[in-house]
């Protein structure tokens, strides 16, 4: 291979196509309480259930963004190697670590005139991550060159859709999304937000349901609408802590797309420290715009 594809820890993704396809990831930094740590490896199952459970009891998790000094002390091993460089990033309308990794690119392909590093601005996250990351993979695979694949993947980031469930209104209330009143009223009447990533990378929020059961035949419908297996027909479900939402959504897609590749992964901890336990998103290839 000429050259390596890395993308940021906060995909969704099964660890086992990290290995099959030599997807290196970029550590980031998470906080639990008074504990820090470098979170470099997909987490378990168990792992995650334990994060949860502390957030969920009240513990604050943090993350922090990626500096440039992190990419360029991580890349210039490969630079060095000769190896040029593919690197997929958290949606720069959730995280600067985009902003940061185009410095770090910079100022190595200075010192490294020979070699290319293309950074990519995902516009994504969680399972979406996943899906590019997977993309990019095959790609690298059918033999083509780190820019013809930058290239394509930069073409059809807008080409990947997230739907997401909001179980716990605080958490959105503590990352100043939504006002108190709004979570307490809300929470009181069982309110389900359900949220989008938009062209720009952002979250926004697109709808209120009432109701587990309502609001997740809403995401389906929303997959059902927007689906486009162009590109693949990979669909990624990520939970936190909710296997039984997940399956549910999981046999929604496949009365749509009965061939469907159906991976669920519990929710990285990059994102679910800003969304808490029992969100559950659901990204696919397909359109973003059917709201």
Same mark, same amino acid.
């Given at each position: 291979?000429?050259?390596?594809?890395?993308?940021?820890?906060?995909?969704?993704? *099964?660890?086992?196509?990290?290995? #099959?396809?030599?997807?290196?990831?970029?550590?980031?930094?998470?906080?639990?309480?008074?504990?820090?740590?470098?979170?470099?490896?997909? $987490?378990?199952?168990?792992?995650? *259930?334990?994060?949860?459970?502390?957030?969920?009891?009240?513990?604050?998790?943090?993350?922090?963004?990626?500096?440039?000094?992190?990419?360029?002390?991580?890349?210039?091993?490969?630079?060095?190697? %000769?190896?040029?460089?593919?690197?997929?990033?958290?949606?720069?309308?959730? /995280?600067?670590?985009?902003? /940061?990794?185009?410095?770090?690119?910079?100022?190595?392909?200075?010192?490294?005139?020979?070699?290319?590093?293309?950074?990519?601005?995902? =516009? /994504?996250?969680? !399972?979406?991550? %996943?899906?590019?990351?997977?993309?990019?993979?095959?790609?690298?695979?059918?033999?083509?060159?780190?820019?013809?694949?930058?290239?394509?993947? @930069?073409? &059809?980031? =807008? &080409?990947?859709?997230?739907?997401?469930?909001?179980?716990?209104?605080?958490? =959105?209330? +503590?990352?100043? @999304?939504?006002?108190?009143?709004?979570?307490?009223?809300?929470?009181?009447? &069982?309110?389900?937000?359900?949220?989008?990533?938009?062209?720009? %990378?952002?979250?926004?929020?697109? /709808? *209120? #349901? @009432?109701?587990?059961?309502?609001?997740?035949?809403?995401?389906?419908?929303?997959?059902?609408?927007?689906?486009?297996?162009?590109?693949?027909?990979?669909?990624?479900?990520?939970?936190?802590?909710?296997?039984?939402?997940?399956?549910?959504?999981? &046999? +929604?897609? =496949?009365?749509?797309?009965?061939?469907?590749?159906?991976?669920?992964? $519990?929710?990285?901890?990059?994102?679910?420290?800003?969304?808490?336990?029992? $969100?559950?998103?659901?990204?696919?290839?397909? !359109? @973003?715009?059917?709201?």
């Amino acid at each position: 291979m000429s050259y390596s594809i890395y993308i940021d820890v906060s995909l969704d993704i *099964k660890p086992e196509y990290l290995e #099959q396809y030599d997807i290196k990831l970029i550590p980031m930094h998470i906080q639990i309480g008074e504990e820090e740590s470098m979170f470099d490896h997909i $987490m378990t199952d168990e792992e995650l *259930k334990t994060f949860y459970k502390r957030i969920a009891d009240g513990e604050v998790a943090k993350t922090s963004q990626i500096t440039p000094n992190h990419y360029e002390e991580i890349f210039t091993e490969d630079l060095k190697a %000769g190896k040029d460089i593919l690197y997929i990033a958290l949606s720069s309308g959730l /995280s600067n670590t985009y902003s /940061s990794s185009l410095l770090a690119s910079q100022n190595l392909m200075e010192e490294y005139p020979d070699r290319k590093i293309e950074t990519i601005d995902s =516009l /994504s996250a969680t !399972g979406g991550m %996943g899906l590019i990351v997977l993309l990019a993979a095959r790609n690298r695979e059918t033999g083509m060159s780190v820019t013809e694949n930058a290239d394509m993947i @930069r073409k &059809n980031v =807008l &080409n990947v859709t997230h739907w997401f469930m909001v179980e716990d209104l605080m958490f =959105l209330k +503590r990352g100043g @999304r939504i006002s108190a009143t709004t979570a307490i009223v809300g929470s009181a009447l &069982n309110v389900k937000p359900v949220l989008t990533i938009k062209d720009d %990378g952002k979250l926004e929020s697109i /709808s *209120k #349901q @009432r109701g587990t059961n309502k609001t997740l035949k809403y995401l389906g419908d929303l997959y059902e609408k927007s689906v486009d297996k162009t590109l693949g027909d990979d669909v990624i479900i990520a939970h936190a802590d909710c296997i039984d939402k997940a399956e549910t959504l999981k &046999n +929604r897609v =496949l009365e749509v797309t009965p061939n469907a590749k159906v991976q669920i992964c $519990m929710l990285s901890p990059i994102i679910g420290s800003h969304v808490g336990p029992g $969100m559950v998103a659901i990204t696919h290839f397909g !359109g @973003r715009n059917y709201t």
